[in-house]
């Protein structure tokens, strides 16, 4: 099995910036790829970024081009999502997700193991 633990999510004013983290432990070997999703109250999970252990290879939703970015630390198996210029519509609770499969994956579906999830709100 694979445990995923999320840090770093908070209160921030639109504009600014936070730093979210994934640790994962356990049988990390398996997993091809991390991914980060969000849920918004009244709203299905959805896809926010992802990224290959291997060779780093990212994918974003729209929404967050531009503004997130997903990096990883493999001697440490933590994995990053770094957000600058939030808006409010980005408060949601964040997950970390692991998948096995080969292949960039934008479904919930797609991945294996969940973290419980760590809160983000942005005021405006």
């Known amino acids: 099995q694979v445990q995923l633990v999320e840090s770093g999510g908070g209160l921030v004013q639109a504009g600014g910036s936070l730093r979210l983290s994934c640790a994962a432990s356990?049988?990390?070997?398996?997993?091809?790829?991390m991914g980060w999703f969000r849920q918004a109250p009244g709203k299905e999970r959805e896809f926010v970024a992802t990224?290959?252990?291997?060779?780093?290879?990212?994918a974003y939703a729209d929404s967050v081009k531009g503004r997130f970015t997903i990096s990883k630390n493999n001697a440490e198996n933590t994995v990053f999502l770094q957000m600058s210029s939030l808006k409010p519509e980005d408060t949601a609770v964040y997950y970390c997700?692991?998948?096995?499969?080969?292949?960039?994956?934008?479904?919930?579906?797609?991945?294996?193991?969940w973290g419980q999830g760590t809160q983000v709100t942005v005021s405006s």
């Open positions: 990224i290959t252990w291997s060779d780093g290879r990212t």
């Open positions: 356990g049988r990390t070997f398996i997993t091809y790829c």
């Open positions: 997700a692991a998948r096995r499969l080969p292949g960039l994956d934008y479904g919930v579906k797609g991945y294996d193991y």
